[in-house]
């Protein structure tokens, strides 16, 4: 069973930074790709960043050169950081390995 549990969300006036963690349980996840989606109130969930087991990243054109994605292999760890922050970034940022997900963690974005 796989575990994901992230970290790091708070309130952030908007042009903050912040930093968020997800630390994964298990074996798979050095050789798997990991995805940062969050879900604002009333939306649908969105993709925001992966990175590929090799560590090559992809973005969502709205966070393209504000947010960098990053993991550590041997902690178990995905990063995204998140600077330039604007209201509208302001969801439940949820990472994701394969079919498991995290519980979310609350980013808020205040203009």
């Known amino acids: 069973q796989v575990q994901l549990v992230e970290s790091g969300g708070g309130l952030v006036q908007a042009g903050g930074s912040l930093r968020l963690s997800c630390a994964a349980s298990?074996?798979?996840?050095?050789?798997?790709?990991m995805g940062w989606y969050r879900q604002a109130p009333g939306k649908l969930r969105e993709f925001v960043a992966r990175i590929s087991g090799g560590g090559i990243p992809n973005y969502a054109d709205s966070v393209k050169g504000r947010f960098t994605i990053s993991r550590d292999n041997a902690k178990n760890t995905v990063y995204l950081q998140m600077n330039g922050l604007k209201p509208e970034d302001t969801g439940v940022y949820l990472c994701?390995?394969?079919?498991?997900w995290g519980k979310g963690t609350l980013v808020t974005v205040s203009s």
């Open positions: 994701q390995l394969m079919e498991y």
């Open positions: 298990g074996s798979i996840f050095s050789r798997n790709a």
